[in-house]
């Protein structure tokens, strides 16, 4: 059975929001996804057997081991960034901010960039145990386009969120 790559990644991101915390949990979520999300997200009907054909767990937990996360994380950081509002072309400022990754099997550090007036992360990057942020600062900011006259401060994403509120 193949199952398109948007598809099972946006299932997937549907059942992480909806609370589930495991690969197990995922699987199970997306078995009893409600059809109207497996509609849009472009889960359809097999015109020969009306029954959806959807992914299992099993093939999420291949899909996600094998999928390069740096490389999903700039394509989503970009269509975000392609879609948020016009009247805002160019970016106010960027704080750049490392967090540790909760419940991860290894410990996952991240950096990101995050747009102040809309709280949303432009671009991330996995900071390797071996290394450390001041080291990926430089590449991270590659990620994002037009940095011109853009403020980059290090900075929390808590205080982001305060200065938004």
């Known amino acids: 059975m ?8 946006a299932l997937a991101a549907c059942a992480v929001l909806a609370g ?10 997306i078995a009893d996804a409600p059809p109207h999300v497996l509609e849009h997200v472009g889960v359809r009907p097999d015109p020969l057997f ?11 937990r291949r899909l996600l081991a094998r999928i390069d996360g740096d490389t999903l994380d700039l394509a989503v950081g970009r269509w975000l960034a392609d879609r948020r509002n016009r009247a805002e072309v ?4 960027l704080a750049v901010d490392g967090k540790n990754l909760r419940g991860a099997a290894r410990a996952i550090h991240l950096l990101a960039a995050l747009e102040y007036t809309t ?15 001041i080291t990926c600062f430089q590449p991270l900011l590659e990620t994002v386009a037009d940095l011109a006259g853009v403020v980059v401060t290090p900075g929390s994403s808590r205080t982001v969120m305060r200065r938004r509120a």
Not at 90 to 93: H, V
Not at 119 to 133: F, I, R, S, Y
């Open 90 to 93: 160019r970016l106010p400022g």
């Open 20 to 29: 589930a915390t495991s690969l197990l949990a995922v699987g199970e979520w």
């Open 119 to 133: 709280g949303l992360v432009l671009a991330q990057l996995d900071v390797q145990e071996k290394t450390n942020e």
């Open 50 to 60: 009306p029954k959806r054909s959807l992914p299992a767990e099993t093939t999420v």
């Open 2 to 9: 193949r199952h398109a790559l948007v598809g099972v990644l």
